[in-house]
């Protein structure tokens, strides 16, 4: 009695612990017979035309940086995804979205395991693509396929790798001062064509009791992307191949380096940036902008959909117009010498479910009437394209201005100081550049620092 | 039914559950941790073991130490300062009665009920250099009112004076709770006695609140070494890494440099910290019993 009364105890536990178990078997099953089907499907219609022919349900999974779906870039790429659906309506697009460091973050982890998302938002940059193109995570794209999709020229060497393609970028980032032309016509400033000019205009912005140049210090890396931006200006060129040979070298020594971070020591001496820059983020140095506290603001182009912006008072708003970084003195630079670079992509993982897709769905993505002609006509970004011929004459002024600068560029900084090493010498770069510019440290202890991480 | 109960087969299907739980979900991660903490591990590829390294760079590692000095301020201010009006504004609600006892207990734990993330940024904006509160205060003094309270040399203390406020609710809510179940019987014998206010204070609430406070403070040294929410969205340790404290650190090593490796060695130090200070806390509360 008693053993029969243990023996059903243990079996009854011992049932609910495989009832547990069974579940979650059966739901296994079930996907892997999904993913069996769909290999399958690949696997009869190898051919690209048969794929969507058979109308199989395919189910896309994307893991992509643009959390924000209603405006702005995740905008234009959600709007891609509903039109790729709405033509192909055995494809269902999930989507997973993350910001930059939390999804940096979850890409590892998503790398870690044996299935990552078909299609994944990457970065052109050695600090994140090396390490993923050297572990083998990017499927490779068929150059040809893109001959005729006008991609800019070298904006797409960040996304390659011994000649292999693996990436597509997404935009064409350049860095300038945002400033307000109705300020500066009221108290008869006018944009600095050097950098002397720039540090005098700031004494006399600060007179009057405003903020000269609002910098977003608090998030570190627009001081190290104005490193680069000072760097560009005093070289004239060849910063991409100079930094790429200091961080491989571990040596620093080269004037221009010391020169740029000093100079930018300098100028938050002198007051160029608004009290407390260093703690200052991105919303707030922004809102300095938009309130008409500061006359200028240190961004990239992405943010030239402010003067499109209704949030933003209409005053401010449409006075919004641009500059590049003004020649500096001693500099090799003209005006057509810009820090400009292509950061942001996708790629189609290796691993993929359905690779075929995710590579048909980046191509649609990527055909010059997709992104780059949404991204444009909604003012939200410059793509890695050819855009001009979607030019509108409904263009606002910043937009205007952003063509103009691109059209006339002759040399490119490529890929930001910060971005160039890897993920330890990012961070330690933003760090000390930040206790650099408050004059915590000397330039030469900021490049002994990130010297030693990158040995 | 009992005789069942002691075969030693039921015992382990039903211990089983809890066990596997325990094993895949706390133990086996706490050893992979350890294991880590000994390689070069990026978080991407291969894990190579390298031994003692990381513990090594750990002892030159500057901004280790910080974390670690601002995580003992953080304690100490906490038991130094937080705890002990802590106690006395439990001991003054608990006096006040009626409406204005509910009200004060109300006001003083609201900070607990807010969101870490707007804690943050309501005081982001009181220190604020060009339109924060605290400055507009300094400038009715006469003060310039530029002062830059996150910037580097007030910034610590800035976060502390932030750390501490948020915390205060919950020291007080637990000694309020602990003087409500004192027996008010002793507090009218030692009043029939002639003890005064101060007497019974001393000589009453505090000893008998003696295992709330050992509870209390142990507490809040774990939290305080575990800090991270708030710094991480008010200052994310800078400028520079003046403000680091334990946790952020950890996780800025392994999720913004993404040195696994090294953030898992940090963590096992960080673990051993805490198990010994709760020890020497146990220590010095279980002497001072004797």
């Known amino acids: 009695m008693k053993k029969a009364l243990a023996l059903a105890l243990v079996s009854a536990m011992t049932l609910s612990l495989v009832g547990c178990g069974a579940k979650t078997t059966t739901t296994e099953t079930a996907t892997t017979d999904t993913a069996v089907e769909a290999t399958t499907t690949e696997n009869t219609d190898s051919t690209e035309a048969a794929d969507a022919s058979t109308g199989e349900p395919v189910t896309l999974q994307v893991f992509s940086n643009l959390p924000d779906r209603k405006t702005g870039q995740g905008l234009v790429e959600q709007t891609l995804f509903d039109d790729y659906m709405k033509e192909n309506p055995n494809v269902t697009i999930e989507v997973e979205t993350l910001d930059d460091e939390a999804y940096k973050t979850k890409f590892k982890a998503y790398a870690a395991g044996s299935q990552m998302p078909d299609l994944v938002s990457v970065w052109g940059q050695p600090g994140f693509i090396d390490e993923v193109m050297d572990a083998g995570l990017l499927t490779e794209l068929n150059q040809d396929d893109y001959k005729d999709y006008g991609f800019i020229q070298g904006s797409l060497d960040g996304f390659s790798k011994d000649g292999k393609l693996y990436g597509l970028a997404r935009n064409t980032d350049v860095m300038c001062f945002y400033y307000n032309q109705k300020m500066f016509d009221d108290n008869g400033w006018t944009v600095p064509t050097t950098y002397d000019e720039l540090l005098a205009l700031a004494d006399k912005i600060n007179a009057a009791g405003l903020i000269p140049v609002a910098m977003d210090g608090g998030d570190k890396w627009p001081l190290d992307i104005y490193v680069t931006d000072l760097m560009e200006k005093l070289d004239g060129s060849g910063v991409f191949a100079k930094t790429h040979d200091a961080i491989a070298n571990a040596d620093f020594s080269d004037p221009s380096f010391t020169k740029a971070v000093d100079i930018l020591k300098d100028s938050a001496k002198r007051g160029l940036f608004q009290k407390g820059f260093e703690t200052t983020d991105y919303g707030t140095a922004q809102n300095l902008f938009i309130n008409a506290q500061s006359a200028m603001f240190y961004m990239g182009s992405w943010d030239m959909s402010m003067a499109a912006n209704e949030d933003i008072p209409a005053e401010v708003r449409d006075n919004i117009r641009v500059f590049t970084m003004p020649s500096v003195e001693g500099g090799k630079a003209t005006a057509a010498n810009i820090t400009a670079w292509n950061g942001g992509g996708y790629s189609v993982t290796e691993s993929a479910a359905h690779k075929e897709e995710a590579i048909k769905l980046l191509n649609y993505m990527f055909r010059p009437e997709g992104w780059t002609k949404l991204a444009w006509e909604n003012g939200v970004c410059m793509s890695a394209q050819d855009f001009s011929q979607f030019a509108t004459g409904k263009e606002t002024e910043p937009q205007k201005q952003f063509m103009e600068i691109v059209a006339n560029a002759t040399d490119l900084s490529r890929t930001p100081l910060g971005d160039m090493g890897s993920s330890e010498f990012k961070t330690v770069c933003e760090d000390k550049i930040q206790e650099a510019a408050i004059d915590k440290i000397s330039t030469q202890e900021f490049y002994d620092a990130i010297a030693e991480t990158c040995k | ?290």
């Open chain 2, 1 to 290: 039914m009992r005789k069942a109960y002691s075969n030693k087969a039921v015992i382990a299907s039903l211990v089983a559950p809890g066990l596997i739980f325990f094993f895949f979900a706390i133990l086996v991660p706490i050893c992979l941790s350890v294991y880590y903490g000994f390689t070069d591990f990026s978080g991407l590829g291969a894990a190579s073991f390298i031994g003692l390294d990381n513990y090594k760079f750990m002892l030159h590692d500057k901004d280790f130490w910080i974390s670690l000095r601002n995580s003992g301020l953080l304690a100490i201010g906490f038991v130094c300062i937080q705890h002990p009006l802590a106690i006395i504004a439990a001991v003054i609600i608990d006096n006040m009665q009626g409406k204005a006892e509910g009200f004060f207990r109300c006001v003083y734990f609201l900070p607990n009920v807010i969101s870490v993330a707007i804690i943050a940024y309501l005081w982001k904006f009181i220190y604020d250099p060009n339109f924060g509160l605290l400055n507009n205060i300094v400038k009715i003094f006469g003060g310039e009112g530029h002062i830059n309270w996150l910037g580097s040399g007030t910034a610590i203390w800035s976060v502390l004076i932030v750390l501490i406020w948020h915390g205060f609710g919950w020291g007080m809510l637990i000694y309020y709770t602990g003087i409500k179940n004192i027996d008010p019987v002793l507090y009218e014998a030692a009043a029939i006695d002639g003890a005064d206010k101060k007497k019974r204070f001393l000589l009453i609430t505090l000893p008998l609140m003696k295992p709330v406070i050992q509870v209390n403070v142990t507490l809040a040294v774990i939290s305080a070494l575990k800090q991270m929410e708030t710094v991480y969205l008010l200052t994310n340790g800078g400028p520079g890494n003046e403000t680091q404290f334990m946790a952020n650190h950890l996780y800025k090593q392994a999720f913004s440099a993404f040195k696994y490796g090294y953030g898992n060695s940090i963590s096992v130090v960080f673990v051993i910290i805490c198990i010994l200070a709760t020890q020497v806390l146990n220590m010095i509360f279980r002497e001072k019993e004797a």
